[in-house]
């Protein structure tokens, strides 16, 4: 059964960059017609999806956070990274990696979230 960990700092001050990664278990990163995204969830607002690397490696960001978002990956740890750029309080919400299988929003499998605050 596949297991998703996020890690990353919990603080993170305007300006800087959220730097954060998903550690994958029980299945590769880059096994066929997987997408392994981020979403976040700022508090009392729904989700959001911010974006994707799929198994071949390929990227998609929402348009919305295109401009400030980049998303990695290290095979050889099994391992994906999120990176936001240039941060602002309204940033601040629980970030989640999750696996969609077929479609990138077909997700059936997803971390315990790990909540990030923008704050000086």
């Known amino acids: 059964q596949v297991q998703l960990q996020e890690s990353g700092p919990g603080l993170v001050k305007p300006s800087q960059t959220l730097s954060l990664t998903c550690t994958v278990s029980g299945g590769s990163i880059t096994t066929n017609y997987y997408y392994w995204s981020w979403i976040r969830q700022p508090p009392g607002k729904g989700l959001e999806w911010i974006g994707y690397?799929?198994?071949?490696?390929?990227?998609y960001y929402s348009p919305s956070l295109k401009s400030r978002t980049s998303i990695s990956r290290d095979t050889s740890k099994n391992q994906f990274t999120l990176q936001l750029s240039s941060v602002t309080p309204e940033d601040t919400a629980v970030y989640y990696c999750?696996?969609?299988?077929?479609?990138?929003?077909?997700?059936?499998?997803w971390g315990q979230g790990t909540l990030v605050t923008v704050s000086s």
């Open positions: 999750a696996r969609g299988f077929g479609r990138p929003n077909a997700l059936d499998a």
């Open positions: 690397i799929a198994y071949s490696g390929s990227t």
